[in-house]
């Protein structure tokens, strides 16, 4: 290779580190604080396309991936996009059924894991809607390893109790994710909802649940990257909190004011039982004008707000 291809590329490559919080950009990797990102249900590491580039803009690492079952982990009911299987779509067993909240746990601190033995010992953890709960889970069985927790309209129950339960009160009234549920979740082992369907009403409902301030081409495209089937187990799970553990990491909660799927006022509820648990370390709320999917419709403020984070996180280490 001429030499000149040779210090291109070498530039390029050193650029590249740069961006994505290598050592290049002038701190010690130890003091930098990486980012590990959950996705919601139905979605997967796709979901933040928009907003990694922005974190690597930002000078921190960053990493999305799928949870089991998700994105590509997810695994389709036979009787799916079927023509005349719509009966059998809604009584199926899913393929997802034996997927337990631990399974999701497990797989982020692994994510977790190999971020520290590549030098990022501290690591913040951002999880939007139902990857709330995965946030409760690794914090409570790996606190020692997180700098801070980050609840995107997240589920954030209260300790002993699942998510489902929150679901059941006044708070989550105006929710929209149940009408657009298929089937029974108890029997079909996921709750499940029908990305494929054409009826235009079933579909307006899908995008008014999750991206009602998206832009018509932008909700299209996700409609179509959803799947179908969210594993029931780690919903109906309660989580056992303790103070000493999940309530000792700092506690960040970003609310959507425009939110259709945890509407304000069950995001209110969350906030309001963590902070009763932990009142030595209150949650640190940051309001949004936007709808329930920000990494899509605001993914600057997203960042933004992500970066701000991990910079704290990083200095407080120093110190």
């Given at each position: 290779?001429?030499?000149?291809?040779?210090?291109?590329?070498f530039?390029?490559?050193?650029?590249?580190?740069?961006?994505?919080?290598?050592?290049?950009?002038?701190?010690?990797?130890?003091?930098?604080?990486?980012?590990?990102?959950?996705?919601?249900?139905?979605?997967?590491?796709?979901?933040?396309?928009?907003?990694?580039?922005?974190?690597?803009?930002?000078?921190?690492?960053?990493?999305?991936?799928?949870?089991?079952?998700?994105?590509?982990?997810?695994?389709?009911?036979?009787?799916h996009?079927?023509?005349?299987?719509?009966?059998?779509?809604?009584?199926?067993?899913?393929?997802?059924?034996?997927?337990?909240?631990d399974?999701?746990?497990?797989?982020?601190?692994?994510?977790i894991?190999?971020?520290?033995?590549?030098?990022?010992?501290?690591?913040?953890?951002?999880?939007?809607?139902?990857?709330?709960?995965?946030?409760?889970?690794?914090?409570?069985?790996?606190?020692?390893?997180?700098?801070?927790?980050?609840?995107?309209?997240?589920?954030?129950?209260?300790?002993?109790?699942?998510?489902?339960?929150y679901?059941?009160?006044?708070?989550?009234?105006?929710?929209?994710?149940?009408?657009?549920?298929?089937?029974?979740?108890?029997?079909?082992?996921?709750?499940?909802?029908?990305?494929?369907?054409?009826?235009?009403?079933?579909?307006?409902?899908?995008?008014?649940?999750?991206?009602?301030?998206?832009?018509?081409?932008?909700?299209?495209?996700?409609?179509?990257l959803?799947?179908?089937?969210?594993?029931?187990?780690?919903?109906?799970?309660?989580?056992?909190?303790?103070?000493?553990?999940?309530?000792?990491?700092?506690?960040?909660?970003?609310?959507?004011?425009?939110?259709?799927?945890?509407?304000?006022?069950?995001?209110?509820?969350f906030?309001?039982?963590?902070?009763?648990?932990?009142?030595?370390?209150?949650?640190?709320?940051?309001?949004?004008?936007?709808?329930?999917?920000?990494?899509?419709?605001a993914?600057?403020?997203?960042?933004?707000?992500?970066?701000?984070?991990?910079?704290?996180?990083?200095?407080?280490?120093?110190?």
């Open positions: 290779m001429p030499d000149i291809f040779k210090r291109h590329l530039k390029a490559a050193a650029a590249s580190v740069a961006m994505a919080g290598g050592p290049a950009s002038g701190a010690r990797r130890d003091e930098r604080a990486a980012i590990v990102l959950v996705h919601g249900g139905w979605h997967g590491a796709w979901c933040y396309e928009r907003v990694l580039p922005l974190l690597a803009a930002g000078g921190v690492a960053a990493v999305a991936r799928d949870l089991p079952g998700h994105g590509l982990a997810a695994r389709f009911p036979a009787s996009g079927r023509p005349g299987q719509e009966a059998a779509f809604l009584a199926e067993r899913s393929p997802l059924a034996g997927i337990g909240l399974d999701y746990a497990d797989s982020v601190i692994a994510t894991d190999a971020l520290r033995a590549a030098g990022h010992r501290r690591v913040v953890l951002a999880g939007h809607s139902m990857g709330g709960i995965v946030l409760h889970a690794v914090g409570e069985r790996a606190s020692e390893k997180i700098a801070a927790l980050v609840y995107i309209a997240g589920n954030m129950p209260g300790p002993g109790v699942p998510i489902g339960a679901f059941g009160l006044p708070e989550a009234a105006s929710a929209r994710v149940n009408p657009v549920l298929l089937g029974a979740p108890a029997a079909t082992g996921a709750f499940r909802i029908d990305p494929l369907a054409t009826g235009g009403a079933y579909r307006a409902a899908l995008r008014e649940a999750f991206y009602n301030d998206a832009s018509d081409a932008d909700a299209a495209a996700a409609l179509h959803l799947s179908p089937d969210m594993p029931f187990a780690p919903m109906a799970t309660p989580i056992a909190l303790s103070a000493r553990r999940w309530g000792a990491i700092e506690r960040h909660y970003l609310l959507c004011l425009r939110d259709n799927a945890v509407p304000p006022s069950l995001a209110r509820r906030i309001a039982d963590a902070d009763a648990f932990v009142p030595a370390h209150r949650t640190r709320v940051h309001e949004l004008d936007s709808g329930h999917s920000p990494f899509l419709t993914p600057r403020a997203v960042a933004d707000l992500l970066l701000g984070i991990a910079a704290s996180a990083a200095r407080e280490h120093r110190e």
